[in-house]
């Protein structure tokens, strides 16, 4: 996130190198013209004064000294930018309080796996207790829903599946569909975060809507209703 002081240090960052470069080139300046003239009188130019070479090596050391002190002033401002910048951010992480109570979060999701777990136990006592019943009271066998008898008040056994005329009840392991399903959504949540790209979480807000809709489907699966 670009802040005030961050943009501000940007600035004089960009400011900085501008000046330094300015400087610099003033200084290699200075420099060439001091080399141009000892080079032409090591070439045999009288015209040459030693005023003038004098006067091109103080201009070169000049130009330097002011380069030297371009390059302090820029370093100064530099810091100067970055502490405001370290100010503010530091400033941000004192002020900063969690948007949710995390404790609160934690006791959800507890509440939300006891009630996942909780719904399987009840729901296999059920299924066990109608297999139960109908086996005391001489309910046939059959291989599925639609082979149930009026004699047997359209009820059937098939294993660990209880039927009616209309659907199928059977047992679940809700540990094991628990941890299945704990596990696809941990994946299925990372989806969005992953792709910072606004086409790219679209699709994976999509990828995260198909994982849990499918959970879901697998979550009903203690009871199916079919057609008779």
């Not at 934690?106 to 297999?131: C, G, K, M, P, R």
């Not at 299945?180 to 999509?206: F, K």
């Amino acid at each position: 996130m670009t802040t005030p002081a961050m943009q501000a240090l940007i600035v004089a960052r960009r400011d900085a190198d501008a000046t330094l470069a300015r400087a610099s080139e003033e200084a290699k300046e200075a420099a060439g013209l001091l080399t141009a003239l000892e080079d032409r009188v090591r070439d045999g130019d009288d015209s040459i004064t030693p005023e003038e070479l004098t006067k091109a090596r103080e201009l070169g050391s000049f130009a330097q000294l002011r380069t030297d002190a371009t390059r302090k002033r820029v370093v100064e401002a530099r810091q100067t930018a970055r502490l405001a910048a370290l100010a503010e951010l530091k400033g941000e992480m004192d002020a900063y309080q969690a948007e949710a109570d995390t404790g609160e979060l934690v006791d959800n999701i507890l509440a939300a796996l006891l009630a996942f777990t909780q719904h399987y136990e009840s729901h296999n006592a059920h299924v066990n207790d109608w297999a139960a019943r109908m086996k005391e009271l001489g309910v046939a066998s059959v291989p599925g829903p639609q082979f149930t008898q009026p004699e047997d008040g359209h009820l059937g056994l098939n294993g660990r599946d209880v039927y009616t005329g209309t659907a199928i009840y059977q047992t679940i392991d809700g540990r094991g569909l628990l941890d299945h399903t704990v596990t696809q959504l941990t994946v299925a949540a990372r989806y969005p975060t992953r792709n910072p790209d606004p086409t790219r979480a679209r699709l994976a807000h999509g990828d995260q809507a198909e994982v849990v809709n499918k959970l879901k489907r697998g979550a009903a699966q203690g009871v199916r209703r079919v057609e008779r």
